[in-house]
């Protein structure tokens, strides 16, 4: 049986794992739009790049920066 706390930490999981797959949807599109590429050329550069930018923001976001905010937003609602 599942506890709430469980719960709890597979929602938080979710998230933080669907806000990974939207940033680095959004900064590929950012990327190729810079770029000047357009058409073919850009769709090709976007799927080239999706994979190194998922790579790369995944282990970024769910070792470092999840917990990091986390604690700061704790902190941050305990002082007030």
């Known amino acids: 049986m599942r506890s709430p706390g469980d719960r ?3 929602r938080a999981f979710v998230l933080r794992f669907c806000m990974v ?6 900064m590929t599109v950012f990327s190729v739009v810079v770029s000047g590429k ?5 769709l090709v550069d976007f799927f080239t790049y999706q994979p190194y930018n998922f790579t790369i923001a ?3 976001q769910m070792l470092i920066v999840a917990p990091f905010s986390l604690r700061a937003t704790q902190k941050i609602a305990g002082a007030r």
């Open 8 to 10: 709890k930490m597979y």
């Open 58 to 60: 995944l282990p970024l």
């Open 38 to 42: 357009f058409g073919r050329e850009g």
């Open 21 to 26: 797959i939207l940033m680095t949807l959004v």
